[in-house]
């Protein structure tokens, strides 16, 4: 039941990062109401063509069980154990994340986990108003939210003492914030797009789908500049995503008809076009989505409204970990609700604080993951490097973690995964340029190294 000593909760967004806060909000306590454009994806279907799938790892995972849903959304998702590469030659490698399969990314439906998410949230007492569109806020006392209904177009008045804005990289909440109090808008196109593709479940014998190919891996076929990625789905098929520059050669400018795409894939990408039946339909059904990274010099309007997960700062996808922020975001905002329901300017305040030096980390290491994935992943000397830190992290647990795994595996703040990072890599680079293989580094020397230039750390 909800505790009268709250005051009541409006969110604008009931997507992954809303949708999981109204559930953590109304465990609390909280009586929480969501407003979302979007018709109830459990009625109305959960569209496609602009959702990259999702990478779920540790820090997402910690928000989830704390909804409830450990084990639920772990029978939707799909293991992945790493990165198969396919190189031109068509060979394929398999370069783990981890050390074992107890160090693995899940691969997630959108539409499916959203689902269980709201479904979570209405068991725990929120109210979800589906198919409302905030048009306008003006702040006063508190927020005062103008609404319109998408099937009637009748427009409507919601006053709240406050409210988060959970509704992604386009939100609504922030542009009416910032035309109330400037918040430092900045966006930076990273200057290429993407379009989904689909490879089809193929059906075994006995009638059950099984998988074109490696069920269990992030396929990626990396071409330098631009590349192709592919993820599996629990009903057997995956979700392909070709990424390319706007502009150039070549670019989405000139690859804008599928006989275009089609001339595109025979020469680059020969044997994933060999695994998907309906590309023509498919890359002129869906869209091109756009890649950007958004900064804010604020967050919140003292009191009376607050931005988190994307509508904050939305990020590149390619370090899989733009939901995963956002769920720690949920997670934080939520803990500090429950500490301090009754002084939200300082709530808010404290939230951006503890924030926004991770939001800044994981957008950088999103855009470096951009070019390891499509250029990097096929360079013997960035292999040579993941190599030697795999063995410095076999030597040395408690002082070398590599980033990746404090990233993925870890609740580690990304501030420190990235800053310890660094460190790392500037080891690994003094380590091995100029060698060519493991055998002829001086591994008595790294050891030295890295017990001289690393504190052990206690998250891994």
């Not at 007492?125 to 006063?140: T, V």
């Not at 918040?183 to 789908?209: M, S, T, V």
């Not at 076929?221 to 070709?242: D, K, Q, S």
């Not at 420190?416 to 890599?425: C, E, H, S, T, V």
Request: aromatic share 8%; with cysteine; glycine share 8%.
């Amino acid at each position: 039941m909800p505790n009268p000593m709250h005051s009541p909760v409006s969110i604008i967004g009931g997507g992954l990062v809303g949708s999981l806060l109204a559930c953590l909000l109304a465990q609390r306590g909280f009586a929480v109401e969501v407003f979302e454009r979007r018709r109830d994806p459990r009625v109305a279907g959960y569209a496609g063509g602009r959702s990259i799938n999702l990478a779920l790892a540790e820090r997402g995972l910690h928000g989830l069980r704390l909804a409830g849903l450990g084990e639920e959304v772990m029978r939707l998702a799909v293991m992945m154990r790493g990165r198969m590469v396919h190189h031109r030659d068509g060979h394929c490698e398999l370069l783990r994340y981890g050390r074992d399969d107890s160090q693995v990314i899940w691969s997630l439906s959108r539409g499916r986990l959203n689902i269980a998410l709201i479904d979570a949230a209405e068991r725990a007492g929120a109210r979800f108003h589906f198919g409302q569109r905030l048009h306008e806020a003006q702040f006063g006392e508190g927020a005062t939210l103008q609404l319109i209904d998408e099937a009637s177009g009748a427009a409507h008045t919601h006053e709240a003492p406050f409210v988060l804005g959970c509704d992604g990289a386009g939100s609504a909440l922030r542009a009416a914030m910032n035309r109330a109090h400037g918040l430092g808008e900045r966006i930076e196109e990273l200057g290429h797009g993407y379009k989904e593709l689909e490879i089809p479940a193929r059906e075994a014998a006995a009638g059950a789908a099984r998988f074109a190919i490696e069920a269990n891996a992030l396929h990626i076929w990396p071409r330098g500049n631009y590349m192709c990625i592919a993820l599996p789905n629990a009903e057997g098929h995956f979700t392909v995503t070709l990424f390319l520059p706007n502009q150039g050669t070549p670019s989405f400018a000139q690859v804008d008809t599928a006989a275009a795409a089609r001339a595109l894939f025979e020469r680059d990408f020969a044997d994933l076009l060999s695994l998907l039946p309906d590309f023509d339909a498919d890359f002129s059904g869906n869209p091109i989505g756009t890649l950007a990274t958004l900064y804010l010099d604020r967050w919140h309007l003292d009191r009376r409204a607050l931005l988190l997960g994307d509508a904050a700062h939305a990020i590149v996808p390619f370090h899989g970990q733009g939901m995963n922020c956002g769920f720690e975001d949920a997670v934080e905002l939520a803990e500090l609700f429950a500490a301090h329901a009754q002084d939200r300017n300082w709530t808010f305040s404290e939230f951006e604080r503890r924030r926004r030096p991770n939001a800044a980390a994981i957008a950088a290491m999103a855009l470096e993951n951009y070019v390891e994935m499509r250029d990097s992943v096929a360079d013997p000397a960035f292999l040579l490097r993941r190599d030697l830190g795999r063995v410095l992290a076999d030597r040395h647990p408690d002082r070398f973690v590599p980033r990746y795994w404090m990233v993925t595996f870890s609740r580690m703040p990304y501030a420190q995964a990235f800053a310890r990072g660094a460190i790392q890599d500037a080891l690994l680079h003094e380590l091995a340029d100029g060698h060519a293989d493991l055998e002829t580094i001086d591994l008595t020397h790294a050891d030295a190294l890295v017990q001289a230039r690393l504190a052990p750390v206690a998250a891994a």
